[in-house]
Nanobody, 124 residues
Framework: VQLQASGGGLVQAGGSLRLSCAFSGDTFSNYAMGWFRQAPGKEREFVAA????????YYADSVKGRFTISRDVGKNTVYLQMNSLKAEDTAVYYC??????????????????WGKGTQVTVSS
């Protein structure tokens, strides 16, 4: 499985970005997908996740109401729409995949595959 994240960049506080993660190497619909982030000097943390079917989504409290995760099975891609960005959202964002998982817990050590990160910088 290969995951390729893109869409990061520099944005002012209050602005928006959409991250994309292209999936390849297996059947996309068999995987729950997640987004995580890691700020300098901090541990990697959960941001959002979506079930293999797309029917369920999960969010960290810090992004609830501002970020939206979605998936396009036809394009084998998962998205993270980020609105009302804050300086504290600055981090490297990673997408991750977990096969045949239908639960609601997405710990860093539970994800089976990771992509390279994309930098998001929010200026205040």
């Amino acid at each position: 499985v290969q995951l390729q994240a893109s869409g990061g960049g520099l944005v002012q506080a209050g602005g928006s970005l959409r991250l994309s993660c292209a999936f390849s190497g297996d059947t996309f619909s068999n995987y729950a997908m997640g987004w995580f982030r890691q700020a300098p000097g901090k541990e990697r943390e959960f941001v959002a996740a979506i079930s293999w079917s797309g029917a369920s989504t999960y969010y960290a409290d810090s992004v609830k109401g501002r970020f939206t995760i979605s998936r396009d099975v036809g394009k084998n891609t998962v998205y993270l729409q980020m609105n009302s960005l804050k300086a504290e959202d600055t981090a490297v964002y990673y997408c991750a995949a977990r096969k045949y998982y239908s639960g609601g817990y997405f710990g860093v050590h539970q994800m089976g595959y990771w992509g390279k990160g994309t930098q998001v910088t929010v200026s205040s």
